[in-house]
């Protein structure tokens, strides 16, 4: 496929910092904080948040404010706020909060679901069919996350064969969009491309998007990647908030502000305002007593100090 190809002229970025960002940060946010967080993404132009997760506190205590704070949104008619349910009863404490979307997700590896899940990559997808028809009984969205995509902690390699399973699975539930995940930031270009090219044997493009993790520095190449076969959404995370669970000290998801920055050099619309990104980036690594993980961010903001 090549660079021969034209790039697309717009992606949407779906901010996961507040979910699975701070879901990965070691200090608990308090949740008034969680909603300025949602609120100066959405002023900065966002209008895809992924705000929180209905996953048992005795699990995620960093989420067991959920409720409080998707009640506590000024919510905007165009913007998505979607959460993570990962079983009917999440979906049950969810559905009052009215999300726009929900994430299910599977591991495109066998060893990483049972270590996880305790269950086979099959049974997981089986488990989430009735969330899965409860969701969209209601009209909300669906939009199925694949883990591991190209690698796994425990497996190491993983196949593209797998990635289009699990994808062909998902599509068989019912989800409407999927996401090639590349967890522990293993992936390069050419496998970021095959694991897509596998996802896409069952979903059209515009429902396929990329999460990527700069682990190893290589999540903006496999933006680039995704984007020549056509790709346009893509996860992000304002500040590069949540670390790598599985690599501890490493860097993890890539963050929203280089992402924004890229595209905007590639003159790709994104509809962001990258110098408002900037400020809430700033905002929420002050709260958490640290530099923002991401590079144009820091760039922007020594710039502005000098």
Request: hydrophobic content about 45%; overall charge neutral; some cysteine.
């Amino acid at each position: 496929m090549g660079s021969s190809q034209a790039l697309p002229d717009r992606v949407k970025i779906v901010d996961v910092g507040p979910r699975d960002g701070l879901q990965n940060e070691a200090q608990p946010v308090p949740a008034a904080v969680k909603i300025e967080l949602v609120h100066r993404l959405q002023s900065a132009g966002l209008k895809a948040i992924e705000v929180t997760s209905f996953v048992s506190p005795k699990w995620v205590p960093q989420m067991a404010d959920n409720a409080e704070v998707m009640a506590g949104l000024a919510r905007r008619a165009d913007v998505a706020y979607s959460v993570l349910v990962p079983n009917l009863k999440g979906w049950e404490a969810a559905q009052p909060t009215r999300p726009d979307e929900i994430v299910v997700f599977a591991a495109a590896s066998e060893a990483f679901s049972q270590r996880n899940i305790n269950c086979s990559i099959a049974e997981s997808i089986e488990r989430f069919a009735p969330v899965v028809a409860a969701a969209k009984a209601a009209g909300v969205r669906v939009r199925g996350s694949i883990s591991c995509s190209l690698g796994c902690p425990y497996q190491g390699e993983v196949a593209p064969a797998a990635v289009a399973d699990v994808a062909a699975r998902m599509r068989g539930i019912g989800v409407d969009h999927v996401g090639v995940a590349d967890t522990i930031g293993v992936g390069t270009p050419r496998k970021t491309q095959a694991a897509i090219e596998a996802a896409a044997r069952h979903f059209p493009l515009h429902e396929i998007s990329g999460h990527f993790h700069d682990t190893y520095g290589q999540a903006l190449a496999n933006i680039y990647a995704c984007l020549e076969l056509g790709i346009t959404t893509f996860d992000a995370s304002v500040a590069g908030l949540g670390g790598c669970p599985y690599a501890k000290g490493a860097t993890g998801n890539v963050a929203t502000e280089d992402v924004v920055y890229l595209m905007q050099g590639l003159g790709i619309e994104t509809g962001i305002d990258l110098s408002q990104l900037v400020e809430a980036g700033r905002y929420i690594s002050e709260v958490l007593g640290r530099k923002p993980v991401s590079r144009a961010g820091n760039a922007l903001l020594a710039k502005r100090a000098a």
